[in-house]
């Protein structure tokens, strides 16, 4: 019994030598951070504004899109999934690789539709999401906005 104690201890400790360890050599790999690359960038009054898209390591990050059109929240969606495919794979990745989605609606009475036009857009195996309707409306008077994190 004391014998195998001490093996747990052993193991322990040598656990939490191993997690010290790595804790120092991510600091001197934190030091050297790796530069990230962005996409098409958009302008505001001659200003860099945002990116569409920015990839840091295997991570590609895109910005919200929307639709600046008349129509409803189904030909709204579709058109703002459409626009994300398109940066995805532009940066890379694709809709499968998608791995966290934000959708921001004009008003939550179209969550059922936008719901429809968004499912199976992203494979069998679809991100993670948060929706929420945004006070004061989507910027642009579109009815959704979705931007969405996925890996290269």
Do not use: W
């Not at 945002?50 to 129509?71: L, P, Q, W, Y």
């Not at 189904?74 to 532009?90: F, G, Q, R, S, Y």
């Amino acid at each position: 019994m004391k014998s195998e104690r001490r093996s747990i201890l052993k193991k322990l400790f040598a656990s939490v030598a191993g997690v010290a360890g790595l804790g120092v050599a991510s600091k001197a790999k934190a030091d050297v951070a790796p530069e990230k690359e962005v996409g098409d960038v958009v302008m505001y009054q001659d200003v860099p504004l945002f990116s569409g898209h920015t990839k840091f390591n295997n991570m590609v990050f895109i910005a919200g899109k929307g639709a600046h059109f008349e129509g409803d929240i189904t030909a709204h969606t579709k058109h703002v999934l459409d626009e994300l495919e398109k940066e995805l794979i532009k940066a890379g990745s694709s809709m499968e690789k998608v791995l966290k989605c934000s959708v921001f609606l004009h008003d939550l009475n179209d969550y059922k539709a936008m719901n429809e036009a968004y499912k199976g857009r992203f494979g069998n195996k679809p991100p993670c999401r948060t929706t929420v309707a945004v006070y004061g409306g989507v910027p642009g008077d579109s009815l959704v906005e979705i931007d969405c994190i996925a890996y290269i």
